[in-house]
């Protein structure tokens, strides 16, 4: 019989595999639309999109250090074997 530390403890790595995917996915899209505009402004530069394109990236960057720390705290989940 699974205790109730176990069943928590499975619950939370499944909610963390489960936020990480939702992020990813949306987070995926961002980024090939990102290089895209990229592309589009190397050939046709554009002050406003420019600064834009940095912002997004910017968000999208912060987006990937979220999803470092909760592939870290998923990691320690199954390490812990709770």
């Known amino acids: 019989m699974i205790d109730q530390t176990q069943a928590t403890g499975s619950e939370l790595l499944s909610l963390v595999r489960k936020i990480m995917h939702d992020v990813n ?3 995926c899209v961002i980024n090939l639309s990102l290089n895209r505009l990229e592309t589009v402004m ?4 554009h002050p406003e999109l420019s600064k834009s394109y940095e ?3 910017a968000s999208a960057d912060k987006l990937l250090e979220i ?4 592939d870290q ?3 320690m ?4 074997g709770i």
């Open 25 to 27: 996915t949306p987070l």
């Open 67 to 70: 999803m470092s720390r909760l």
């Open 55 to 57: 912002e997004i990236s």
């Open 73 to 75: 705290a998923r990691a």
């Open 42 to 45: 190397d050939t046709q530069p």
């Open 77 to 80: 989940i199954e390490e812990s």
